[in-house]
């Protein structure tokens, strides 16, 4: 098993950026893919990210890519979010995830951290 814990969350500025990490407990985080999702009020929670075991595969959402990116760290056991340019449409909890595979369901992913809010005024 593994407990995950997002931080870095915020109130920025439209421009802005945020660095988001996802701090993973035990020795398997490189064993898991991982994946991050937020969801705003009212609506679907949706992947923007994920990130293949060893890093080299990556997926993005179409409304981050070039403004988001994902890394992780199999040393430290962290995944990042690296968010720039946020725009207030990118307000929402965001969440990461660990699962097997890049997939971009929610199901596909079978741990998850409590989430951390981003809020992006204009």
């Known amino acids: 098993q593994v407990q995950l814990a997002e931080a870095g969350g915020g109130l920025v500025q439209a421009g802005d950026s945020l660095r988001l990490s996802c701090a993973a407990s035990?020795?398997?985080?490189?064993?898991?893919?991982m994946g991050w999702f937020r969801q705003a009020p009212g609506k679907d929670r949706e992947c923007v990210a994920a990130i293949s075991r060893g890093g080299t595969n990556t997926y993005y959402a179409n409304a981050v890519k070039d403004r988001f990116t994902i890394s992780r760290d199999n040393v430290k056991n962290t995944a990042y979010l690296q968010m720039n340019s946020l725009k207030p449409d990118d307000t929402a909890v965001y969440y990461c995830?660990?699962?097997?595979?890049?997939?971009?369901?929610?199901?596909?992913?079978?741990?998850w951290g409590p989430g951390t809010q981003v809020t992006v005024s204009s």
């Open positions: 035990g020795r398997t985080f490189s064993s898991y893919a």
């Open positions: 995830a660990a699962g097997l595979t890049v997939q971009t369901a929610t199901s596909s992913y079978n741990y």
